[in-house]
């Protein structure tokens, strides 16, 4: 009974509210929310093209707001600090090392590494960096973002009900999302440590 009352009140949510729920998941989540929603599409609650265009939007929205709060003269000042100069000396390091100026390779690259993204967001507007082309290119890499992540949500998806159409263990294919989490977890941290370990 419970149960059904609280199944009934996840499908309303994303039953009735899809634009907003994809649009927020943008704004607010992170790759397991990413992956999330990947998982869900395959159910059917949500369209794929809902996904793609209201949590790219949400995504787009986000950088932008941290770029332009590089911009502002109040994080010009903070860098001024000598306590937070060591920071953005490893942002511009990173910059450096990873692209080589090359704005889009920037964009890539913060967005996959752990750690990376919101700082570097923030320097590019601190260094004036062009509005046009800081919102095409995180248009683009936002796509790629989505993409990869709601693909691992679809592929796990896929393995979680082949467990319970095949075997008819709900356990089992519990066990496999747990599983999957705590795997893509781990490898996260060792790709980002190794890559960090290696450029900066």
């Known amino acids: 009974m419970g149960e059904n009352i609280i199944l009934d009140f996840i499908i309303g949510i994303f039953g009735n509210y899809p634009v907003l729920i994809t649009f ?4 607010f989540g992170g790759e397991l929310t990413l992956i999330s929603l990947g ?17 790219t939007m949400g995504l787009i929205i986000s950088d932008i707001v941290l770029f332009l709060i590089g911009r502002t003269n109040y994080v010009s000042n903070i860098k001024q600090l000598e306590r937070f100069s060591p920071h953005f000396k490893k942002v511009d390091l990173f910059i450096i ?7 889009l390779l920037v964009l890539f690259y913060a967005k996959f590494i752990y750690g990376v993204s919101i700082p570097t967001l923030v320097y590019l507007g601190m260094k004036k960096t062009s509005v046009i ?12 973002f989505l993409a990869g992540f709601m693909l691992i949500g679809i592929l796990w998806a896929k393995g979680f009900f082949f467990i319970i159409d095949y075997f008819r ?19 996260k ?6 890559l960090m370990r290696k450029k900066l």
Do not use: M, P
């Open 24 to 27: 927020l998941a943008g704004i």
């Open 133 to 144: 082309k800081f919102v095409s290119y995180i248009s683009i890499v936002n796509l790629f």
């Open 169 to 187: 263990n709900i356990q089992l294919a519990i066990s496999l999302l747990v599983f999957v989490i705590i795997f893509l977890f781990i490898l």
């Open 97 to 103: 090392k990873w692209s080589r100026n090359n704005l």
């Open 39 to 55: 998982f869900i599409s395959e159910t059917g609650l949500i369209s794929y093209w809902n996904i793609i265009i209201f949590t």
């Open 189 to 194: 941290k060792w790709i980002n440590g190794k």
